[in-house]
């Protein structure tokens, strides 16, 4: 099985922070990289796919990055609605394994 | 607009059975893989089952597998999860995810104790 790994798994940041978080897969998983958020009782929502590509009505301060073993979410500007807990997934093998989140926090 | 909407969930003893629903709407159900993702109490997403558009394809991670069955009816735009074998472990809301997880519903809990 895959195995991602997730930091950090929580941090404190500002808004107009710039904030980067990080995925590292146990083996190579090319682009198959998804990003999502989710807000506190609500449904995850997926911000980025295919490592790089963002998602049709998603803010353009976030990015994502990398290929084969290493990846990362950047929010270029850290906005009020954007604390919240984010998750990567690996759809290249099965089974599909989350990374164990990352909490954004209020500084 | 796309709809997914669970159903089914409850409370149930440590090895009871349960059987989840999502129904489908909005979209061409038949012409895309479908999934179970679950997540506990405070805890992360954990990534359950994955049936393919036309049920030939199914996977499961070790921690369900031979206890849960995923299966759908394109006829009715509809996916299951069976869950047998039930422990506290599987507590959790359930969510069905559309494709690589773009769309999903409101999710289900589960509720398995004594």
């Known amino acids: 099985d895959i195995q991602m790994t997730q930091s950090p798994s929580a941090m404190s940041a500002s808004v107009g922070d710039r904030v980067t978080i990080t995925c590292r897969a146990s083996q190579g998983i090319s682009n198959s990289l998804a990003w999502f958020q989710q807000k506190p009782g609500k449904v995850p929502k997926r911000l980025i796919y295919a490592a790089s590509s963002l998602q049709s009505g998603v803010p353009s301060r976030f990015s994502g990055s990398g290929s084969g073993t290493e990846f990362t979410l950047t929010i270029s500007s850290l906005q009020p609605e954007d604390f919240a807990t984010y998750y990567c997934?690996?759809?290249?093998?099965?089974?599909?394994?989350f990374g164990g989140g990352t909490k954004v926090e209020i500084k | 607009e796309v709809q997914l909407v669970e159903s089914g969930g409850g409370l149930v003893k440590p090895g009871g059975s349960l059987r989840l629903s999502c129904a489908a709407s909005?979209?061409?159900?038949?012409?895309?893989?479908m999934n179970w993702v679950r997540q506990a109490p405070g805890k992360g997403l954990e990534w359950v089952s994955y049936?393919?558009?036309?049920?030939?394809?199914?996977y499961y991670p070790d921690s369900v597998k031979g206890r849960f069955t995923i299966s759908r009816d394109n006829t009715k735009n509809s996916l299951f999860l069976q869950m047998n074998s039930l422990r506290d472990e599987d507590t959790a809301v359930y969510y069905c995810g559309r494709g690589d997880l773009l769309d999903w519903g409101q999710g289900t809990l589960v509720t398995v104790s004594s």
């Open positions: 049936i393919s558009k036309s049920g030939s394809s199914i």
């Open positions: 997934l690996q759809h290249n093998s099965f089974p599909r394994t």
């Open positions: 909005g979209f061409t159900f038949s012409n895309y893989d």
